[in-house]
């Protein structure tokens, strides 16, 4: 399986792999991952199979497009997050519920970030893994900024990045505990994720 590299499309191309893109987010919306064959999505988006193969060349790069394109909707959604006056504590309280908020408006481009970050290391020649660590890698330097301004902390220290690791997997774990249990809520159990950073701030501190 190989994903085809990206293909700069003019005017019209944009509109059509536009189009292929939002056929593809409401077919996985209302049928499921794996519904998304490329006959289906080419049937959604009313456009001839030759030209998704030209922009995408596979199912597979119709979905890290998906993805992609979900990710950079997701950074560029997210509210203001400056440091404003308050406890570290407060000020990572804002930062959870604004990536709450917006994962619930968003939540098509983590779920599709989780499926293939569980795929083999090799999938699509590497290119699969590739976005996976750039989208990956956006948030962990996000997550770095807002705790080493919470703190006051280098954003680049080892403390504020084993820190903002930590916070992105509760993310994540609470993302596919929600999947799996539709009474939980993202807000109810991220709750404990500010105080909990300020705990083990101090825990790592105490050990260097």
């Known amino acids: 399986m190989a994903v085809r590299a990206e293909v700069t499309p003019n005017r019209r191309g944009v509109k059509s792999r536009e189009l292929v893109l939002d056929a593809a987010e409401r077919v996985m919306a209302e049928h499921g991952f794996e519904a998304a064959t490329l006959a289906r999505v080419v049937e959604e988006a009313g456009i001839p199979m030759s030209s998704v193969y030209h922009y995408f060349g596979s199912?597979?790069?119709?979905?890290?497009a998906v993805m992609e394109r979900g990710a950079d909707r997701f950074f560029a959604d997210l509210p203001d997050l400056?440091?404003?006056?308050?406890?570290?504590?407060?000020?990572?309280?804002?930062?959870v519920s604004a990536v709450v908020g917006t994962l619930e408006r968003h939540p098509s481009f983590l779920r599709l970030l989780i499926v293939f970050a569980a795929q083999p290391p090799d999938a699509g020649d590497g290119e699969i893994q590739a976005v996976v660590r750039r989208v990956r890698?956006?948030?962990l330097e996000l997550l770095r900024?807002?705790?080493?301004?919470?703190?006051?902390?280098?954003?680049?220290?080892?403390?504020?990045?084993?820190?903002?690791?930590?916070?992105?997997?509760?993310?994540?774990?609470?993302?596919?505990?929600?999947?799996?249990?539709?009474?939980?809520?993202?807000?109810r159990l991220l709750q404990p994720l500010a105080p909990s950073l300020t705990a083990a701030r101090r825990a790592l501190l105490a050990r260097s």
Do not use: S
């Open 137 to 139: 890698g956006q948030a």
């Open 59 to 64: 199912k597979d790069g119709i979905l890290l």
């Open 82 to 95: 400056t440091r404003r006056p308050g406890r570290p504590a407060e000020h990572l309280a804002r930062v």
């Open 145 to 187: 900024e807002q705790i080493a301004a919470a703190f006051g902390d280098d954003p680049q220290g080892p403390a504020t990045d084993q820190l903002a690791r930590f916070a992105l997997a509760a993310i994540d774990g609470a993302f596919v505990a929600c999947q799996a249990d539709q009474d939980a809520t993202l807000e």
